[in-house]
C-alpha cells in the first residue's frame, strides 16, 4: 500500500510562509488525487486544497484561497502546499491523503473519500 509522508510544519509568525511536502512511497496513477486537510483541536478536519496527479485541476478552501498553493513534483511523487499570509487560524496539524479514481471536486473535498493518510505535520502561526 502507498504510504505518505508529510514534512515541512513549523512555528511560523502572523504574515509569514510555510511550504509543506507530501511524499509518495510509490507512483500513483494520473487519475488519482492529493489532498490536504488540516484539523484543529475540537474541531472536524477541515479541507484545504487538493490536485489531481495529471497536473489537469486544483482545488481550495474558501479560508486558503489566494493566499495557499498546491502543485505537484510527479517525478519525485511529491506534492507540495505553499502558505502564504499566514494567520493564527491557520494553526492545526495538517495532513496529505490520497484519492484512488475519481479525482473530481465534490469527491476532493471530502476526507472520507481518501484511502491512504499521512501522519500529519504541525503548523502553528503565532507572534
Known amino acids: 500500500q502507498v504510504q505518505l509522508v508529510e514534512s515541512g510544519g513549523g512555528l511560523v509568525q502572523p504574515g509569514g510562509s510555510l511550504r509543506l511536502s507530501c511524499v509518495a512511497s510509490?507512483?500513483?496513477?494520473?487519475?488519482?488525487?492529493m489532498g490536504w486537510f488540516r484539523q484543529a483541536p475540537g474541531k472536524e478536519r477541515e479541507f484545504v486544497a487538493a490536485?489531481?496527479?495529471?497536473?489537469?485541476?486544483?482545488w481550495y478552501g474558501d479560508s486558503v484561497n489566494g493566499r495557499f498553493v498546491i502543485s505537484r513534483d510527479s517525478a519525485k511523487n511529491t506534492v507540495f502546499l505553499q502558505m502564504n499570509s499566514l494567520k493564527p487560524e491557520d494553526t492545526a496539524v495538517y495532513y496529505c491523503?490520497?484519492?484512488?479514481?475519481?479525482?473530481?471536486?465534490?469527491?476532493?473535498?471530502?476526507?472520507?473519500?481518501?484511502?491512504?493518510w499521512g501522519q500529519g505535520t504541525q503548523v502553528t502561526v503565532s507572534a
Open positions: 490536485i489531481r496527479w495529471s497536473g489537469a485541476g486544483t
Open positions: 491523503g490520497l484519492r484512488l479514481g475519481r479525482a473530481i471536486s465534490a469527491i476532493l473535498r471530502d476526507p472520507s473519500q481518501y484511502s491512504v
Open positions: 510509490e507512483r500513483t496513477s494520473r487519475d488519482d488525487g
